[in-house]
C-alpha cells in the first residue's frame, strides 16, 4: 500500500498539467487520477469529456493494455491503487438517513488500503467530488464499502442516496489520509466518534479485530448519536459491546419519537471519558 498526499486542496490552483504531491506510479506512467485532476476544476474540461467517459464505459476486470487504444492504454488503471472506476454491487440502507454503498474494483484482485483512510468520489455528471470514508476493513478482496449520510440539500450524498443503484459506475481516487491504526500503531485504543464520523472507526475496530483475532484486544469505542434512530452500525455495536476486550459507549442526545433511550445521555465530555475509559 502506498500512501499519497491528495490533490483535492491543491487542484485549484495546480497549474494545468501537474498533479501535485502525488507519488509516481512505477515506470513514470500517468495514472488515471493523474490524467484527469488537472481538468477537473475547468467548467467544460475536454479531457474529462474526451478521456474519462470512455475509460468508466469500458471493461475493468482487467488492466488495460496498449491493445486497447490510445485513450485506455494512456489511462491504465493501477493494480495497486484504488483509483478509476468501481462498480456498484450492493446498497444497504444502514439507518433512515444513512446508507452503506458495497464497490467492486474489478482491476485489482483485492483492494489495497489502511483501515481509517478515505477515497475521494467523483460524480461525473454532476461535476463534483466528496471524500468518503472507507467502512470496511481491507479484507483481501476487490470489494469494499463507503458508508454515506444523507446532507439535507447536499448535492453528492443526495445523488448517492437517490440516483444511484447497484450495477451504476461510480469513479474513486484514493485511499488517501494517515489517519489509521496502521500508520500509529498501539497495543490499546481509544476511539471517539460522533454521527457519521464512525465509518473510519468501524474500518480500523473491524480490521484489528480480524488481525488479532480477539486476542489481547483492548479497545474502548465511544459513539455519540443524535437519537437511537440515528446510531450508525448499531446491531454490529451491540455485538461488539460482547467481545472480551472491547467496550463499547453509546451516547444518544435525545429520544426518538419511537424510542426512549436508556443508555447514557448527552454528548461525549471528559465526565463520560473519565467513568468510561
Ligand atoms: C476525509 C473525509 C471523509 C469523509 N467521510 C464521510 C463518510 O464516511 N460518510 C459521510 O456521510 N460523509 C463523509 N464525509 C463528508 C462528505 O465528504 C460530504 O461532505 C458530505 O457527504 C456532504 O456532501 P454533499 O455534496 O451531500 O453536500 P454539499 O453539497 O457539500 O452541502 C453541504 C451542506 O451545505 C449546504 N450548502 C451547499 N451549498 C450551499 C450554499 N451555497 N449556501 C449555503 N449552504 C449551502 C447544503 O445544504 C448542505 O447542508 C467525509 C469528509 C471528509 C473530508
Known amino acids: 500500500m502506498r500512501y499519497r498526499h491528495s490533490t483535492f ?35 467544460v474540461p475536454p479531457v474529462f469529456e474526451t478521456a474519462v467517459e470512455p475509460a468508466l464505459a469500458a471493461p475493468v476486470d482487467r488492466v488495460p493494455t496498449a491493445s486497447d487504444g490510445p485513450v485506455l492504454a494512456e489511462l491504465q488503471l493501477d493494480p495497486e491503487l484504488l483509483t478509476g472506476p468501481v462498480e456498484v454491487t450492493g446498497i444497504t440502507q444502514v439507518t433512515h438517513d444513512v446508507k452503506t454503498f458495497e464497490l467492486r474494483a474489478g482491476w485489482m484482485p483485492a483492494v489495497d488500503f489502511a483501515p481509517g483512510q478515505y477515497v475521494t468520489m467523483r460524480i461525473t455528471e454532476l461535476g463534483l467530488e466528496r ?29 448517492l442516496h437517490d440516483n444511484v443503484q447497484v450495477g451504476d459506475r461510480l469513479h474513486v481516487d484514493g485511499p488517501y489520509g494517515l489517519f489509521s491504526t496502521s500508520f500509529h500503531q498501539a497495543e490499546r485504543h481509544l476511539f471517539l466518534s460522533a454521527g457519521s464520523g464512525i465509518t473510519p472507526i468501524m474500518s480500523m475496530v473491524r480490521s484489528l479485530l480480524a488481525r488479532q483475532g ?40 435525545r429520544d426518538s419519537e419511537v424510542e426512549t433511550w436508556a443508555g447514557r445521555r448527552g454528548r461525549i465530555d471528559a465526565a463520560t471519558l473519565a467513568e468510561v475509559v
Open 9 to 43: 486542496a491543491q487542484a485549484a490552483s495546480a497549474p494545468v498539467g501537474k498533479a501535485t504531491f502525488r507519488v509516481p506510479t512505477r515506470g513514470g506512467r500517468p495514472t488515471l487520477a493523474a490524467a484527469i485532476e488537472p481538468a477537473f476544476d475547468t467548467a
Open 214 to 253: 480477539g486476542l489481547g484486544t483492548d479497545i474502548v469505542f465511544v459513539h455519540s448519536a443524535s437519537t437511537p434512530l440515528d446510531i450508525i452500525f448499531r446491531a454490529e455495536l451491540e455485538q461488539l459491546a460482547e467481545v472480551a476486550g472491547v467496550s463499547v459507549t453509546i451516547l444518544c442526545s
Open 131 to 159: 471524500c468518503y470514508s472507507i467502512s470496511s476493513a481491507p479484507f483481501g478482496t476487490n470489494i469494499f464499502t463507503i458508508t454515506v449520510k444523507r446532507v439535507p440539500g447536499g448535492a453528492v450524498s443526495t445523488h
